[in-house]
Nanobody
Framework: QVQLVESGGGLVQAGGSLRLSCIAS????????MGWFRQAPGKEREFVAV????????YYEDSVKDRFTISVDDAKSTVYLQMNRLNPEDTAVYYC??????????????????WGQGIQVTVSS
């Protein structure tokens, strides 16, 4: 049973920073990607960022690419999302996701094989 557990969310003022973490457990994967999606109130879940398990390949949604940085520690089965210059539009529940396969496949909500339970990020103006 694969489990993804997120941490690091919370309340921050506009312009501030947060770092999300997600630890995967239950299995090992030979080729995989881990990433983040988010869902704001009244909106559909959307892709944020993904990184290959090797850390070599990463993709970002356009609105975050200059502010967020995704990284992975393969030995710890952990993915991080460093979020800088946060604004109220970033307020959402952030979900960690894992895909068995190449990172470029994980850009739609149908792609991930496993999901975390989600963690709230709130940015006040």
């Amino acid at each position: 049973q694969v489990q993804l557990v997120e941490s690091g969310g919370g309340l921050v003022q506009a312009g501030g920073s947060l770092r999300l973490s997600c630890i995967a457990s239950g299995r090992t994967f030979s080729t995989y990607a881990m990433g983040w999606f988010r869902q704001a109130p009244g909106k559909e879940r959307e892709f944020v960022a993904v990184i290959s398990g090797s850390g070599i390949v990463a993709y970002y949604e356009d609105s975050v690419k200059d502010r967020f940085t995704i990284s992975v520690d393969d030995a710890k089965s952990t993915v991080y999302l460093q979020m800088n210059r946060l604004n109220p539009e970033d307020t959402a529940v952030y979900y960690c996701a894992l895909l068995e396969g190449a990172a470029q496949r994980m850009r739609t909500i149908r792609a991930p094989d496993y999901w975390g339970q989600g963690i709230q990020v709130t940015v006040s103006s």
